[in-house]
């Protein structure tokens, strides 16, 4: 589709430019690079500047920031819980911990399954990957998986987006996205 349009283009570019008197060509030409360098300038702009901040959410931004979190005190929860609202999040948990792509295949250690032409994870070690609308906002004492299954919260880490927190949740912290709305909350479920 793009060469159909580049061509389209230099074509009305050299229909428009054999119908403009050749006195004012050398002025069209200035004008025609003067507003391509501001419309790319506006572009840059927008792209490094605008862009990044407002829609941050798009680019899974957080997710660094949780998982330095889940690596400084995995160890103080029996399971970690983490949403799947913004997008995979056993991806970026095998990125930032430098997992052995090996280790997050089906094993006796995680909890993967196919369904609807895709490969889900729900587990990897003691972490769990759950459906943001299944977090309860009421009590709760256990969560349920998409494989199945329901897994207890006692002496928990529950990592949740903004409107997901149980009431029985401690809030811990809250990673903001570039524009300074709530991403992730981390919580403690007792």
């Keep these: 589709m793009i060469p159909a349009i580049i061509i389209f283009a230099c074509l009305g570019l050299s229909r428009l430019l054999s119908i403009i008197p050749h006195k004012f060509i050398k002025s069209f030409s200035i004008l025609l690079a003067l507003w391509i360098c501001v419309s790319f300038g506006s572009y840059l702009r927008q792209y490094f500047g ?16 949780v998982m330095t979190y889940v690596q400084d005190h995995w160890h103080e929860y029996d399971r970690i819980f983490i ?16 997992t052995n792509p090996e280790y997050v295949q089906p094993n006796i250690n995680n909890i993967r399954f196919q369904k609807s032409d895709w490969y889900w994870t729900d587990k990897v070690d003691n972490v769990y990957f759950i459906n943001d609308w299944q977090i309860p906002i009421t009590s709760i004492k256990t969560l349920p998986l998409e494989s199945g299954g329901e897994v207890t919260t ?37």
């Design 50 to 65: 605008n862009y990044a901040l407002t829609y941050s959410s798009s680019w899974q931004f957080g997710y660094e920031e």
């Design 83 to 98: 949403t799947k609202r913004f997008g995979e999040p056993h991806i970026f948990y095998a990125f930032f911990n430098q």
């Design 154 to 190: 006692q002496r928990s880490l529950l990592i949740t987006s903004a409107g997901h927190v149980p009431i029985n949740a401690h809030v811990i912290r809250t990673v903001n996205f570039l524009d300074g709305s709530p991403a992730f909350i981390i919580t403690s479920v007792p």
